[in-house]
């Protein structure tokens, strides 16, 4: 074995061990930026987009679940520093719901901010450590998303695992973690879609009802396992990076695309 498959395993194993916190799941308290507090509204309370406004919605209950009104909304942007973060498309809700869930721990502390702002929802979440060292599994944040049109969602979780599914329907997908699964089911971008992590597996799963597609996979350490169908291929392979350009239909000037990334880790590709 070589010095850089060596290296792919060390960094592999690595991965699954720190990521492994990220699924276990619980519940928590989240408390109030002390930078928001003048523009605060109370839990479960609705905060109205308007053009050029900022609104803050804290939760400083334990499993509440937090309400928005996402009528004036055009587009999503969720950044985390550290947690698992799911988005679920829910044709059930009219608003917009989130929740954070985390078990009773004396190590960290976990503030989400919510702001809107020129047609923008943005939920920010923060978590700082009180130790150095963190054996307490991260923060849970779940956003429910009703059904329309976005322009664009854009989710950038530095640290933990990213799941996205089912009934969204959106123009422009952004997903990025510095070291993290990123999982994508039934969602893709009407125009683009960009999902990278650094450090991670992605596995994503296509919607039934697709329009042609350009699609571009590439990781630098990894393997790919595609399971669809491209026209057009090109497959580049070297000692260990990887790469599969194609089309899902019909190649047109103007197709949709779809680049999927990640520097060490698996890509898995699916219907």
Not at 11 to 18: R, T
Not at 161 to 174: A, M, P, R
């Amino acid at each position: 074995m070589n010095n850089k498959m060596k290296l792919v395993m060390i960094l592999l194993a690595a991965a699954s061990i720190g990521i492994a916190g990220c699924t276990k799941e619980s519940s928590v308290t989240s408390t109030q930026s002390s930078s928001q507090q003048n523009a605060s509204i109370p839990t479960n309370t609705i905060a109205n987009s308007e053009t050029s406004d900022i609104k803050n919605v804290s939760n400083a209950g334990k499993g509440d679940i937090s309400q928005i009104d996402v009528t004036n909304i055009h587009s999503l942007k969720i950044q985390s520093n550290a947690a698992m973060v799911k988005v679920i498309g829910d044709k059930q809700i009219n608003q917009a719901e989130w929740e954070l869930s985390m078990g009773d721990s004396k190590e960290m502390d976990t503030n989400v901010t919510t702001l809107i702002q020129d047609g923008t929802l943005q939920i920010m979440l923060k978590q700082e450590q009180k130790k150095l060292i963190n054996t307490e599994p991260l923060p849970s944040l779940t956003i429910r998303l009703p059904y329309k049109d976005f322009k664009s969602l854009e989710i950038d979780n530095e640290v933990g695992n990213i799941f996205i599914e089912s009934e969204l329907s959106v123009q422009h997908l952004n997903v990025s973690s510095n070291a993290g699964n990123i999982t994508v089911t039934d969602v893709i971008g009407k125009e683009s879609s960009n999902i990278s992590t650094n450090l991670g597996n992605v596995e994503f799963a296509l919607p039934d009802q697709l329009a042609p597609l350009y699609v571009s996979l590439s990781t630098e350490m990894g393997n790919i396992d595609n399971q669809v169908n491209l026209e057009k291929a090109t497959n580049t392979t070297s000692v260990v990076s990887k790469e599969l350009h194609g089309y899902v239909g019909e190649a047109q000037s103007e197709n949709a695309t779809l680049n999927i990334s990640t520097q060490v880790g698996e890509i898995l590709f699916k219907k």
